[in-house]
């Protein structure tokens, strides 16, 4: 799969998201409860997030860079 995002970080793309989406990634990184991709708002993050298999991705919101690698997913 080609990366895509806003921009690379580390290798990594990231996208530029919303405060919803930021508070969604942090509450669920927070409470180590899993992410459905209904709930994600930008639509281009929604995409990858849904097709991505190894979810290396990260998220800018007004400058701040999260790293998603650390999400755990229940199964």
Do not use: A, H, W
Not at 9 to 20: A, K, L, Q, S, T
Not at 25 to 40: A, D, L
């Amino acid at each position: 799969m080609s990366t895509k995002g806003d921009f690379l970080y580390n290798g990594i793309p990231i996208f530029n998201v919303g405060f919803m989406d930021f508070t969604t990634f942090t509450s669920c990184m927070e409470s180590k409860s899993r992410i459905f991709t209904k709930c994600i708002q930008n639509d281009e993050l929604r995409s990858y997030y849904k097709k991505s298999r190894n979810k290396k991705i990260g998220i800018c919101y007004e400058g701040i860079i999260v790293d998603l690698r650390k999400i755990k997913e229940c199964e």
